[in-house]
């Protein structure tokens, strides 16, 4: 990508001085600016939006060809392996081979999914990792992803969600930004559940979180969002960021093929400096850790096979219990 | 200095704020200094309630259509750009809560710390601590930085208590211009009736998991919870696979119970499970693997096939 093409503007070279700006007012209007149509190497066009540092979105037009999809993912040890901690920085210890979150996979998939409705277009990824760690990022590539970005930087290490989200959304504009960023509700590793909301505040665009089943029709996306009676049905133009629920598409298994055409697609790998990012790590956290304890075990009480008569165990213990 | 001044964002259900809120204001109350309650639409409705568990001040924002999180925190943001000065501002681990603080914290500049138990203030600071590895392991997190720190509380953390107080001042809070990131809207509101107790409320809960072998089976779960005038849960593998609505799910990313007596059906008990249902009073786990974890935290455990022990106990149930 040219730098002069990301950072073109329709504003005659003047500055971003909100007051001075004459334009100001274009913002919220839906009309086509400082955007740059380009074409990929199959000739197909696609159309790459650029976003303002925190506030100000380009709208699109209605009438969409292509859809070009960024989903967030995120590299994990193995949920199947017990977790620990690193004594010296009581972070997680993620040296051991890391996989595509489980979560992520949905995403993914529903991001092919879109991208075929739509007609064309692609879906890329990125990824915060250590150690320069692709192994899952080959899984979601081989699912069809065309490329990825992976942050991999010791400098990261420590690192809170809020980091995590500037590198992420730096990560994206990076890529040209997308229709639509998608990413889980929350890792499966470390559960924090902030960081799409708050990539969605970086990028300055509007978000849809807990979607589950998600359609787009004329440049709108349509969701239906988990509360805690039901749902919500949401409404949403695009540019967007929705995170989705796990179970809100059945994810493919990769092919042969696609295992095989991975191992060469483009992973272009970048330090938060290459970002711009910057304070990261513990540094740029904000918060320190000042305990780590064991919690009061859970004792486990009678356990006892069944002879196909256990049942009146059970009884007599809800009964004891006054449950019954 | 120390912390003085505490926000509490609340939920409100049916006319009165949730029992998770009501917890939150019982904690900051605690805390010391002064609570002020963040509630969406009318805040006159809900003043006296809040009142009494200790709040002194209701900011009320009405913002229609539009989603909780940008607004709620766009209005935060101003409130704190007009001079307000919280040093703390809690919020619960719900769906909207997250979405607020995670905004928020992008427009502030300032950390969060999730998932989080317990928090006690130390000296201008204050430190929260999170249970991971299914709970076994505490750790306790400092914020470092300045105020205001952002912290959202897992459900059921703490125990709501009335101090009986005058009904809290409600001021009226305006969103400020959203631009492009307040263009989400809901068109439409679908509440899922329920028969029988609220999952998350029900005294017995009874859940299935992938033991159960095929979806037709968790008719059983249904039958067994509806005799002990209980609710049914369900483990995430079963609602990935679609056999029940996500709202039955007990979990880490499903819901948190603590009911007197938790009945795990064909369920191994893998860590993100045993989040949700760990603080159970009592435990009984039906499952055919002796190795299963969920052993390890049962009160009662049957090795066994639920094929052939849920019947003959839902039978004995029937008969009496």
Not at chain 1, 266 to 282: K, R
Not at chain 2, 257 to 282: D, F, R
Request: with cysteine; aromatic share 4%; hydrophobic share 40%.
């Amino acid at each position: 990508m040219h730098d002069d093409r990301v950072s073109s503007r329709d504003r005659g070279g003047k500055g971003v001085d909100d007051q001075q700006n004459p334009h100001r007012l274009e913002r919220y209007q839906p009309i086509w600016r400082g955007v740059q149509p380009t074409t990929d190497g199959l000739g197909r066009e696609s159309l790459i939006l650029m976003s303002d540092r925190l506030c100000e979105t380009v709208h699109k037009p209605q009438e969409w060809r292509t859809m070009n999809v960024i989903v967030c993912v995120k590299q994990i040890p193995d949920p199947a392996n017990p977790g620990a901690l690193d004594a010296s920085s009581n972070t997680l210890k993620r040296e051991g081979k890391l996989i595509l979150d489980e979560s992520d996979s949905y995403g993914v998939e529903m991001a092919l999914q879109l991208v075929d409705a739509a007609g064309g277009g692609e879906v890329s990824l990125v990824s915060m990792a250590p150690n320069s760690e692709t192994a899952g990022l080959r899984t979601a590539l081989a699912m069809g992803a065309a490329k990825a970005v992976l942050v991999s930087d010791p400098a990261l290490q420590g690192s809170d969600a809020l980091t995590t989200a500037k590198i992420l959304a730096a990560a994206i504009q990076r890529l040209g930004g997308a229709d639509l960023i998608i990413a889980a509700t929350e890792s499966s590793d470390g559960y924090t559940g902030t960081v799409p909301e708050q990539i969605a505040e970086v990028l300055g665009l509007p978000s849809v979180t807990f979607a589950k089943k998600v359609s787009i029709e004329g440049g709108v996306l349509k969701a239906d969002r988990q509360t805690e009676e039901g749902y919500d049905e949401v409404t949403c133009p695009l540019p967007a960021l929705i995170s989705v629920t796990a179970g809100v598409v059945e994810p493919r298994y990769p092919s042969f093929k696609g295992i095989m055409a991975a191992k060469s697609k483009p992973v272009d790998e970048v330090t938060a400096a290459d970002l711009g990012v910057t304070p990261v790590g513990w540094a740029g956290a904000g918060q320190q850790i000042s305990n780590v304890a064991q919690a009061e075990a859970r004792a486990a009480g009678e356990v006892i096979e069944d002879d196909g008569e256990t049942f009146g165990k059970i009884v007599t213990f809800l009964e004891g219990l006054k449950v019954i | 200095m120390g912390i003085s001044n505490i926000w509490v964002f609340a939920q409100v259900a049916n006319g009165a704020p949730t029992s998770g809120s009501l917890e939150l204001v019982t904690k900051a109350r605690t805390l010391g200094g002064s609570v002020s309650v963040w509630v969406a639409g009318d805040g006159a409705v809900v003043a006296g309630a809040l009142g009494e568990y200790g709040a002194s001040k209701v900011f009320a924002v009405d913002y229609g259509q539009n989603l909780a999180g940008v607004s709620v925190a766009s209005a935060m943001k101003a409130t704190i750009d007009g001079g307000e000065s919280p040093d703390l501002i809690m919020f619960p681990q719900s769906y909207e809560g997250r979405d607020v603080m995670a905004r928020l914290s992008v427009k502030l500049g300032r950390t969060v710390l999730t998932n989080s138990v317990d928090i006690e203030a130390v000296g201008d600071s204050v430190a929260a601590t999170t249970p991971i590895f299914g709970g076994n392991t505490l750790v306790t997190t400092t914020f470092t930085g300045g105020a205001p720190y952002l912290a959202a509380f897992r459900p059921k953390s703490f125990n709501p208590e009335a101090s009986g107080g005058a009904a809290a001042t409600v001021q009226a809070v305006s969103v400020p211009d959203l631009g492009a990131t307040g263009t989400a809207k809901i068109i439409a509101v679908h509440v899922e009736e329920t028969t029988g107790p609220k999952l998350d409320e029900a005294n017995v809960v009874v859940s299935g998991g992938r033991g159960l072998g095929e979806s037709t089976n968790y008719a059983m779960i249904e039958t067994l919870a509806k005799l002990l005038k209980g609710a049914p849960g369900a483990s995430r593998a079963i609602v990935d696979a679609g056999w029940v609505p996500y709202s039955y799910q007990v979990g880490q990313t499903g819901k948190v119970v603590k009911p007197s007596v938790y009945i795990a059906c064909g369920i191994s008990g893998a860590t993100q499970h045993m989040v949700g249902m760990k603080g159970s009073k009592n435990i009984i786990a039906i499952n055919k693997d002796k190795e299963a974890p969920i052993f390890g935290i049962a009160d009662l455990g049957i090795v066994g096939d639920v094929h052939k022990v849920l019947p003959k106990l839902i039978e004995a149930l029937q008969g009496r």
